[in-house]
């Protein structure tokens, strides 16, 4: 009745106005337009949220999946990945050797050749160059390096020490998923894995991409696999713990007691619960500087439970 004009009439009126044909089409057309404001309304909200949950998902995208922007170098969600630029291991290069046998250097980049051509045989493509310093081999496909690896473990004596060439891209095509994986498994390693091998213990593994060819007609996909390369001098060649062998130690970290950056929850260098308590105070000294909602220790009893209970039961 407001509405429409007719709450100011008497109750007797307004009952003779309801009873009219007129007010039912009135109040038709009033409850028609209230129900189209409704769904405006209602698809407005709809879009509001559909917007917010891709802002949150986008949002989920950006920061949730580790190293994408890194990788990139940009953000842009309609473009598909093509390329990324990181440092990956492309090629060898050796050092010639000073002989102090009588070794004729007459002939030494021919022997030295014909080797390396007997060795990449099998390879698709490649590039060789060779210096006065020693020789470069570099590779188009980042899957062959590990072949490479173990087709030139017995160079000629012409050849010195070998290490390895670095390039970062922009790696596209085939090299894309060999880069991708380098960089999140080199993300993946223990903050302080070494080599498994004791008499090298070097640092800083090198993941290496390669594929094997199934000859089972139902598996006609190569298969993918990760090495873990160690580029020590004692060893330079994978190592076979996958450098999981410490992944179960810690380092020495007393630097972070005497800069006293965890004095304000955890009890001091040399001070224990186990050793005995002469006084209560000493007791609540101990209890109050134990974090909260940790797990229970050999006790089984939280620290919650001693901080949160009265006196008595302290004592």
Known sequence: MQGLGFLHLQPTFQKLVRQHARWKALLTVEIGKA???????????????DRRDIGRK??????GIKGIKKITGKYNTSKPLTEVQISCPCGLKWTWQDHASPIPEQGKEARTLAWIQECTANFRTHSLKMTQ?????????LTDMLPLLQATQNPPLDLGTR?????????????LLAGIEAFFQKNAYHPFTTCGNSECGKAGPIPMSTTAHNTHP???????????F?????CFTTDPTNFCSNQHHTRDRTFLDRAGIFDFQNIASGETIREPVTTFR????????????????????PADL??????????
């Open 35 to 49: 129900e189209s404001l409704m769904e405006k309304e209602n698809l407005k909200q709809s879009r509001r949220d």
């Open 58 to 63: 986008n949002e989920i995208f950006k920061h």
């Open 133 to 141: 310093e020693g020789m470069e081999i570099k590779l188009e496909t």
């Open 163 to 175: 290490s390895l060439i670095y390039d970062i891209g922009l790696w596209k095509g085939e090299n």
């Open 218 to 228: 139902e598996q006609p996909l190569p298969t993918r696999s990760i090495e873990h």
């Open 230 to 234: 160690c580029k020590g001098e004692s």
């Open 282 to 301: 000493e007791f609540s000294q101990f209890i109050a500087r134990m974090p909260s909602h940790k797990a229970p220790g050999f006790s089984e009893v």
């Open 306 to 315: 001693f901080k949160q209970a009265p006196v008595l039961f302290q004592k």
